[in-house]
Protein backbone atom coordinates (compact mmCIF):
# COMPACT_ATOMS: atom_id res chain seq x y z
CA UNK A 1 0.00 0.00 0.00
CA UNK A 2 2.62 2.04 1.23
CA UNK A 3 4.49 1.80 -2.24
CA UNK A 4 1.48 2.24 -4.46
CA UNK A 5 0.87 5.41 -2.51
CA UNK A 6 4.28 6.67 -2.98
CA UNK A 7 4.19 6.23 -7.10
CA UNK A 8 1.06 7.70 -7.20
CA UNK A 9 2.71 10.74 -4.94
CA UNK A 10 5.90 10.74 -7.21
CA UNK A 11 3.96 10.97 -10.33
CA UNK A 12 1.98 13.61 -8.46
CA UNK A 13 5.15 15.51 -7.81
CA UNK A 14 6.11 15.12 -11.56
CA UNK A 15 3.31 16.51 -12.85
CA UNK A 16 4.13 19.70 -10.92
CA UNK A 17 6.98 20.03 -11.57
CA UNK A 18 6.56 20.33 -15.30
CA UNK A 19 3.46 22.51 -14.93
CA UNK A 20 5.56 24.88 -13.21
CA UNK A 21 7.80 24.79 -15.50
CA UNK A 22 5.55 25.42 -17.58
CA UNK A 23 4.19 28.60 -15.88
CA UNK A 24 7.63 29.51 -15.62
CA UNK A 25 8.03 29.77 -19.74
CA UNK A 26 5.13 31.65 -19.42
CA UNK A 27 6.23 34.32 -16.67
CA UNK A 28 9.18 34.55 -18.99
CA UNK A 29 7.23 35.11 -22.04
CA UNK A 30 4.84 37.88 -20.25
CA UNK A 31 8.10 40.01 -20.13
CA UNK A 32 7.33 41.00 -23.19
CA UNK A 33 4.51 42.61 -22.01
CA UNK A 34 6.59 45.68 -21.01
CA UNK A 35 8.10 48.15 -22.77
CA UNK A 36 7.70 46.49 -26.19
CA UNK A 37 6.34 47.55 -29.80
CA UNK A 38 3.80 45.96 -31.74
CA UNK A 39 5.08 44.11 -34.75
CA UNK A 40 3.04 46.20 -37.68
CA UNK A 41 3.31 48.72 -40.23
CA UNK A 42 5.96 51.25 -39.53
CA UNK A 43 6.85 50.32 -35.75
CA UNK A 44 10.28 50.14 -35.02
CA UNK A 45 11.38 47.16 -33.35
CA UNK A 46 12.53 48.53 -30.11
CA UNK A 47 11.64 50.98 -28.18
CA UNK A 48 14.14 54.55 -27.26
CA UNK A 49 14.76 57.92 -26.98
CA UNK A 50 13.30 60.21 -30.32
CA UNK A 51 14.31 63.91 -29.09
CA UNK A 52 12.40 64.97 -32.50
CA UNK A 53 9.21 63.95 -32.33
CA UNK A 54 7.14 66.03 -34.03
CA UNK A 55 4.07 68.52 -32.39
CA UNK A 56 1.45 66.31 -30.65
CA UNK A 57 3.77 62.88 -30.76
CA UNK A 58 6.02 64.91 -28.19
CA UNK A 59 5.33 63.22 -25.02
CA UNK A 60 6.44 59.69 -26.03
CA UNK A 61 10.24 61.08 -27.10
CA UNK A 62 11.93 59.65 -24.03
CA UNK A 63 10.78 56.09 -25.06
CA UNK A 64 8.93 55.76 -28.39
CA UNK A 65 8.31 53.12 -30.90
CA UNK A 66 7.61 55.29 -33.70
CA UNK A 67 10.69 57.45 -35.16
CA UNK A 68 10.21 61.33 -36.07
CA UNK A 69 9.64 60.42 -39.77
CA UNK A 70 6.49 58.84 -38.54
CA UNK A 71 5.86 60.81 -36.30
CA UNK A 72 5.74 63.85 -38.84
CA UNK A 73 3.85 61.62 -40.93
CA UNK A 74 1.06 61.39 -38.20
CA UNK A 75 0.09 65.33 -38.77
CA UNK A 76 -0.55 64.94 -42.46
CA UNK A 77 -3.71 64.57 -44.12
CA UNK A 78 -3.39 61.26 -46.67
CA UNK A 79 0.06 60.60 -45.37
CA UNK A 80 2.17 58.05 -46.57
CA UNK A 81 1.83 56.05 -43.05
CA UNK A 82 -1.82 54.41 -44.12
CA UNK A 83 -3.54 57.04 -47.06
CA UNK A 84 -6.33 57.81 -44.58
CA UNK A 85 -8.26 60.79 -45.44
CA UNK A 86 -9.35 62.60 -42.47
CA UNK A 87 -11.52 64.29 -44.49
CA UNK A 88 -13.74 61.86 -46.30
CA UNK A 89 -16.81 63.77 -45.68
CA UNK A 90 -15.54 67.94 -45.66
CA UNK A 91 -13.10 69.35 -43.63
CA UNK A 92 -13.01 67.56 -40.35
CA UNK A 93 -12.82 70.80 -37.49
CA UNK A 94 -9.07 70.97 -36.42
CA UNK A 95 -10.65 70.17 -32.59
CA UNK A 96 -12.01 67.01 -33.76
CA UNK A 97 -8.94 66.04 -35.48
CA UNK A 98 -6.30 66.99 -33.19
CA UNK A 99 -7.66 63.59 -31.14
CA UNK A 100 -7.28 60.99 -34.54
CA UNK A 101 -3.48 62.91 -34.42
CA UNK A 102 -3.21 61.98 -30.69
CA UNK A 103 -4.78 58.44 -31.23
CA UNK A 104 -2.12 57.88 -34.19
CA UNK A 105 0.72 58.85 -31.94
CA UNK A 106 -0.80 56.98 -29.30
CA UNK A 107 -0.66 53.65 -31.59
CA UNK A 108 2.53 54.30 -33.45
CA UNK A 109 5.05 55.82 -30.54
CA UNK A 110 3.47 54.05 -26.72
CA UNK A 111 5.71 51.38 -25.53
CA UNK A 112 3.07 50.82 -22.98
CA UNK A 113 0.26 48.61 -24.98
CA UNK A 114 1.83 45.29 -24.66
CA UNK A 115 -1.12 43.87 -22.43
CA UNK A 116 -3.45 44.21 -25.27
CA UNK A 117 -1.00 43.63 -28.04
CA UNK A 118 -2.69 40.55 -30.33
CA UNK A 119 -1.40 37.90 -33.48
CA UNK A 120 -3.11 39.13 -36.08
CA UNK A 121 -3.17 37.96 -39.83
CA UNK A 122 -2.78 40.70 -42.12
CA UNK A 123 -0.84 41.62 -45.31
CA UNK A 124 0.02 44.91 -43.41
CA UNK A 125 0.69 43.58 -40.22
CA UNK A 126 1.50 41.03 -37.68
CA UNK A 127 0.07 42.37 -34.31
CA UNK A 128 -2.62 45.08 -33.04
CA UNK A 129 -4.25 45.97 -29.90
CA UNK A 130 -7.64 45.03 -28.55
CA UNK A 131 -9.61 46.63 -26.05
CA UNK A 132 -6.89 49.13 -24.89
CA UNK A 133 -9.13 50.42 -21.86
CA UNK A 134 -9.07 53.88 -22.99
CA UNK A 135 -9.83 56.65 -19.98
CA UNK A 136 -13.22 57.69 -19.84
CA UNK A 137 -12.72 61.55 -20.16
CA UNK A 138 -10.35 61.11 -23.21
CA UNK A 139 -12.95 59.35 -24.74
CA UNK A 140 -15.66 61.94 -23.56
CA UNK A 141 -13.64 64.76 -24.85
CA UNK A 142 -12.84 63.15 -28.52
CA UNK A 143 -16.48 62.84 -29.01
CA UNK A 144 -17.47 66.25 -27.91
CA UNK A 145 -15.18 67.92 -30.26
CA UNK A 146 -16.01 65.89 -33.23
CA UNK A 147 -19.62 66.37 -33.21
CA UNK A 148 -19.82 69.08 -36.18
CA UNK A 149 -17.53 67.02 -37.77
CA UNK A 150 -18.80 64.55 -40.76
CA UNK A 151 -18.13 60.87 -41.64
CA UNK A 152 -20.18 58.03 -43.18
CA UNK A 153 -19.39 55.35 -41.59
CA UNK A 154 -19.32 53.70 -38.29
CA UNK A 155 -16.11 51.42 -38.33
CA UNK A 156 -13.24 52.86 -39.80
CA UNK A 157 -10.91 49.92 -40.33
CA UNK A 158 -12.83 48.29 -43.01
CA UNK A 159 -15.22 48.54 -46.00
CA UNK A 160 -14.02 51.93 -47.73
CA UNK A 161 -13.32 52.72 -51.47
CA UNK A 162 -9.79 52.58 -52.05
CA UNK A 163 -9.97 52.76 -56.06
CA UNK A 164 -8.57 56.53 -56.14
CA UNK A 165 -5.39 55.87 -53.69
CA UNK A 166 -7.00 57.00 -50.60
CA UNK A 167 -10.31 55.97 -48.65
CA UNK A 168 -13.43 57.58 -50.21
CA UNK A 169 -17.01 56.74 -48.84
CA UNK A 170 -18.49 53.58 -50.40
CA UNK A 171 -21.74 53.62 -52.72
CA UNK A 172 -24.67 54.43 -50.38
CA UNK A 173 -22.98 55.62 -47.77
CA UNK A 174 -24.02 59.36 -46.78
CA UNK A 175 -22.71 61.98 -44.97
CA UNK A 176 -23.83 63.19 -41.98
CA UNK A 177 -22.69 64.63 -38.47
CA UNK A 178 -20.50 62.44 -35.95
CA UNK A 179 -23.47 61.64 -33.72
CA UNK A 180 -25.44 59.80 -36.40
CA UNK A 181 -23.31 56.94 -36.65
CA UNK A 182 -21.36 57.53 -33.31
CA UNK A 183 -24.29 58.28 -30.87
CA UNK A 184 -22.29 57.99 -27.88
CA UNK A 185 -18.82 58.42 -26.82
CA UNK A 186 -18.73 54.96 -26.40
CA UNK A 187 -19.77 53.62 -29.82
CA UNK A 188 -17.38 56.07 -31.38
CA UNK A 189 -13.90 54.94 -29.09
CA UNK A 190 -14.98 51.30 -28.83
CA UNK A 191 -16.45 51.07 -32.70
CA UNK A 192 -14.51 52.91 -34.35
CA UNK A 193 -11.07 50.86 -34.87
CA UNK A 194 -13.33 47.59 -33.94
CA UNK A 195 -12.60 47.52 -30.51
CA UNK A 196 -8.75 48.47 -30.34
CA UNK A 197 -10.08 50.87 -27.63
CA UNK A 198 -12.42 49.59 -24.93
CA UNK A 199 -13.73 52.93 -22.85
CA UNK A 200 -12.75 51.98 -19.24
CA UNK A 201 -15.15 52.82 -16.30
CA UNK A 202 -11.78 54.66 -14.76
CA UNK A 203 -10.71 58.09 -14.49
CA UNK A 204 -7.12 59.96 -15.77
CA UNK A 205 -4.84 59.86 -13.23
CA UNK A 206 -6.04 56.10 -11.90
CA UNK A 207 -3.38 54.21 -12.97
CA UNK A 208 -6.02 51.77 -14.39
CA UNK A 209 -6.66 53.48 -17.83
CA UNK A 210 -4.39 54.76 -20.81
CA UNK A 211 -4.16 57.90 -21.53
CA UNK A 212 -4.02 59.57 -24.71
CA UNK A 213 -3.02 62.83 -23.36
CA UNK A 214 -0.27 63.70 -20.70
CA UNK A 215 1.78 66.24 -19.50
CA UNK A 216 5.43 64.61 -20.29
CA UNK A 217 7.02 66.46 -17.45
CA UNK A 218 5.12 64.43 -15.24
CA UNK A 219 6.32 61.37 -16.26
CA UNK A 220 4.39 58.78 -18.26
CA UNK A 221 1.24 57.35 -16.67
CA UNK A 222 0.43 54.54 -18.92
CA UNK A 223 3.87 52.85 -17.40
CA UNK A 224 1.88 52.72 -14.42
CA UNK A 225 -1.41 50.87 -16.09
CA UNK A 226 0.69 48.75 -18.13
CA UNK A 227 2.59 47.42 -15.08
CA UNK A 228 -0.79 47.12 -13.56
CA UNK A 229 -2.25 45.29 -16.21
CA UNK A 230 0.48 42.84 -16.56
CA UNK A 231 0.73 41.74 -13.22
CA UNK A 232 -3.08 40.64 -13.24
CA UNK A 233 -2.35 38.95 -16.64
CA UNK A 234 0.44 36.93 -15.04
CA UNK A 235 -1.32 36.21 -11.75
CA UNK A 236 0.74 34.18 -9.27
CA UNK A 237 3.03 32.83 -11.46
CA UNK A 238 5.24 29.64 -10.82
CA UNK A 239 5.57 30.18 -7.13
CA UNK A 240 2.10 29.39 -6.34
CA UNK A 241 2.94 25.14 -6.91
CA UNK A 242 5.66 25.36 -4.41
CA UNK A 243 3.77 25.05 -1.06
CA UNK A 244 1.86 21.95 -2.65
CA UNK A 245 5.71 20.45 -3.63
CA UNK A 246 7.19 21.08 -0.35
CA UNK A 247 3.95 19.05 1.11
CA UNK A 248 4.49 16.13 -1.48
CA UNK A 249 7.83 15.86 -0.79
CA UNK A 250 7.76 15.87 3.27
CA UNK A 251 4.82 13.18 3.00
CA UNK A 252 7.18 11.20 0.42
CA UNK A 253 10.15 11.37 2.91
CA UNK A 254 7.91 9.96 6.15
CA UNK A 255 6.49 7.21 3.58
CA UNK A 256 9.67 6.37 2.75
CA UNK A 257 11.05 6.38 5.78
Not at 90 to 105: L, N, S, V, Y
Not at 111 to 134: A, F, T
Not at 173 to 187: L, W
Request: hydrophobic share 35%; net charge positive.
Amino acid sequence: MAQRMTTQLLLLLVWVAVVGEAQTRTARARTELLNVCMNAKHHKEKPGPEDKLHEQCRPWKKNACCSTNTSQEAHKDVSYLYRFNWNHCGEMAPACKRHFIQDTCLYECSPNLGPWIQQVDQSWRKERVLNVPLCKEDCEQWWDDCRTSYTCKSNWHKGWNWTSGFNKCPVGAACQPFHFYFPTPIVLCNEIWTYSYKVSNYSRGSGRCIQMWFDPAQGNPNEEVARFYAAAMSGAGPWAAWPLLLSLALTLLWLLS
